[in-house]
């Protein structure tokens, strides 16, 4: 019991012997790109695999907010597949709109799902579910299930296509300006301390007079939000507002999460080792295609998921021994 | 104090017979709106289409019960589905038709039977959380699917294979009856036997079972194996209806209808409880008000949303009763 409502600093400060796997992992596997093939290291494979996966990392630091409380979001891909669609609609009038315009959008399902679960007292798992059916059922109807083009004459390509100072895509540069941010929030706000709480132990928090229902309602609106961003750049990055698109993300996104470090039981989490179990997702994907450029083995797109479900075994595995072995070591 | 208990009261016959007066409902309004809908022809595609998702619910709310839930059953159905043509296309099938046929019923179910092996060892043994656990078949069982079949849509003529979705017994499909003989069969099992005993103790509450002696391990694994071969018999099920196999498409989205049917139908995520016609009703529910939106011309995107709705709106009613 006590383990469940006391909390330790050095669990979500990222050197915890949970989340030191998904550290060790990225290296080895970054190690391994480098030595085995020549452009792995180069400016164009840097830039374009951070770019392509900036949507994940940002749904996945979203989701470690949810799932730190102790809840999950199910929505977060068919959330940015709507908003990819109003990115699309909004492009016309300009990044300036767009932007804002289409974090709204994901923010106001995130909401949804904050009402579902804070107020209506609807399990995270459902409500999510059901918002996940909604927003890909909304995306389809105001897209009238096509994709829809972005206006190109406006400054809304700038954000996927053009470098910041001529070095970084614009869509890293916002995401690494979002992920610091949410990691200051998680670990120097007291908005963060209370999400942590909640997760080692909701009636406990209440108690001590922590404002859980505000933190609850700000996880998920906040993941809704991620998910707005994640669909602005899916749109803009694409050139096109993609109402299909999304599927399993959740999925993906709750991998990287877990692959971090993160149990689902709430109570522990880091935001860097989450964005590490992103990139290590990822990283899987890009050195099989860099293999696959090779012309010695030939994996289609269809192997690219069995593996992916197959290294998710692997450091799920390695993970509940880890878990074990700790459980054995307090008590 | 009185208004306020027969509030409660209400609410908690509604939450009752919330199912029955929605199903009753969705029939009178079907009656008086959409056209030929008493038409026998009605009934057949209604019952061949909603049987897949009754069949998976009933594993669904079996796993629930226990306190998880099983992400996998579409990709196990996609696993099935793609692997039967496989075996009765192949040249020794083509030569003995009833080994063949056989083979690609009985292989097909084993290989289910063994996925949810994997997903009950890694909950019970391994201590992974189900979401986490059933995650890795979602996310790879469609794969090897489709690695099977190179993605391709395999077409097929066999009559004998093809009955599994497309006979009738007394005039009705035949996988109509098979929904009545599992959830039969499923209710026994919950409400006489002793596994099923075990299976609410362990999702009612695990220490307390774990301390009274349930073998708490294999209850729970016999819970995900179960789903997963109705899971295979499902994705059978469907390949045989359409005479066409697509591992990119058999069984998508299945876990959401399947878990939206055993919630529907007064399943506890918390475990605990497993009512198999419940499910049954909660499938049948999901499957009319997707073919009333269609039949009267609303778009599949809408039928979603609405779907969404429904499940809100059961798990709120719901929640009201246990309070």
Redesign the interface.
């Known amino acids: 019991m006590v383990d469940a409502t006391t909390f330790d600093l050095r669990q979500h400060v990222g050197g915890n012997s949970h989340s030191s796997g998904v550290w060790i992992a990225l290296i080895a596997l970054i190690a391994f790109g480098l030595l085995r093939y020549e452009n792995f290291g180069g400016a164009y494979n840097i830039s374009s695999f951070l770019n392509f996966n900036a949507m994940f990392i940002v749904i996945a630091v979203g989701m470690c907010f949810v799932i730190m409380t102790g809840g ?1 979001d199910l929505s977060v891909g068919s959330v940015a597949a709507f908003t990819s669609v109003v990115a699309a609609y909004l492009s016309p009038y300009g990044l300036q709109v767009a932007l804002p315009g289409t974090i709204a959008a994901g923010i106001a399902i995130g909401a949804l799902n904050g009402f ?1 679960v804070v107020a ?4 995270p ?3 999510t ?6 927003a ?3 995306a ?2 105001i897209s009238g ?1 096509q994709t829809i083009s972005i206006d190109w004459s406006s400054n809304f390509t700038k954000l996927g296509m053009e470098q910041a100072f001529g070095i970084l895509p614009w869509t890293i540069v916002v995401t690494g300006i979002v992920v610091v941010g949410l990691w200051i929030v998680l670990e120097r706000t007291s908005l963060g301390r209370t999400v942590l709480a909640i997760g080692g132990g909701e009636d406990a928090s209440v108690m001590m007079g922590l404002s859980v229902i505000r933190a609850k309602f700000f996880v998920y609106t906040l993941s809704g939000g991620c998910a707005g961003l994640a669909g602005l750049f899916l749109a803009s990055g694409f050139g096109a507002g993609q109402p299909l698109e999304g599927v ?1 993300w959740e ?1 993906s996104a ?2 990287s999460v ?1 692959v971090g470090g993160t ?3 709430g109570g522990m989490g880091s935001i860097p080792a989450t964005v590490a179990g992103a990139l290590l997702l990822g990283l899987v994907f890009n050195i099989l295609n860099f293999e696959n450029g090779r012309g010695v083995i030939s994996l ?1 797109a ?9 290294f ?2 692997v450091v ?2 390695f993970q ?1 021994r880890v ?2 072995a700790s459980a054995k070591e307090t008590s | 104090m009185t208004t306020g208990a027969m509030l409660n009261f209400d609410k908690a016959r509604i939450a009752h017979y919330g199912g029955p007066i929605a199903l009753v409902a969705i029939l009178l309004f079907n009656v008086a709106i959409t056209p030929n809908f008493l038409h026998p022809q009605t009934l057949f595609v209604n019952i061949s289409q909603v049987a897949t998702i009754a069949i998976v619910a009933v594993g669904m709310t079996l796993v629930i019960a226990t306190g998880g ?1 099983d ?1 996998s059953v579409g990709a196990i159905m996609a696993l099935s589905g793609a692997m039967a043509p496989l075996i009765f296309l192949s040249p020794y099938a083509e030569a003995y038709p009833t080994i063949g046929l056989t083979a690609a019923i009985g292989v097909p179910i084993l290989v289910a039977f063994a996925c949810g092996l994997f997903n009950g060892v ?1 909950v019970s043994v ?4 189900p ?3 059933t ?10 699917a ?2 099977l079949t ?2 391709n849509l395999q077409t097929f003529t066999n009559p004998a294979f093809s009955y599994l979705g497309t006979g009738k017994i007394l005039g009705l499909p035949f996988q109509g009856w098979l929904v009545a003989i599992i959830a039969i069969a499923a209710w026994w099992m919950v409400a006489h036997s002793t596994y099923g005993r075990q299976l609410l103790a362990v999702g009612g509450n695990e220490r307390a079972a774990r301390l009274s002696g349930v073998p708490v391990r294999k209850v729970k694994i016999g819970a995900y194996v179960i789903c997963a071969g109705l899971s295979g018999l499902a994705g059978l099920i469907v390949v045989a209806i359409n005479s066409a196999s697509d591992a990119a498409r058999i069984g998508n989205l299945m876990e ?1 209808d399947a ?2 049917a055993a ?1 529907v139908g007064g399943t506890l ?1 918390q475990g605990g409880r497993a009512p198999i016609f419940g499910a049954i009703l909660g499938a049948v529910i999901i499957q009319l008000v997707k073919y009333t939106l269609l039949a009267n011309g609303v ?7 609405a ?3 429904i ?2 709106l059961a ?2 009613v719901q ?1 009201a009763r246990r309070e």
């Open positions: 999950i579902f209506m007292r609807i399990p798992f459902i409500a579910l059901a918002t996940m059916l909604g890909k059922g909304g389809l109807v299930a399993g999925l709750i991998a877990v149990l689902l039981t289609s269809y192997w690219q998921m069995v593996i992916r479900g197959g998710l075994f799920i595995l509940s878990a074990r | 839930i992400l890694l391994f201590n992974v959380q979401i986490v656990a995650l890795i078949f979602f996310i790879s069982g469609r794969g090897i489709l690695v190179n993605g959401l878990i939206a919630v995520l778009a599949d995107e809408v039928a979603l949303i779907k969404a709705a499940i809100i798990v709120y929640q």
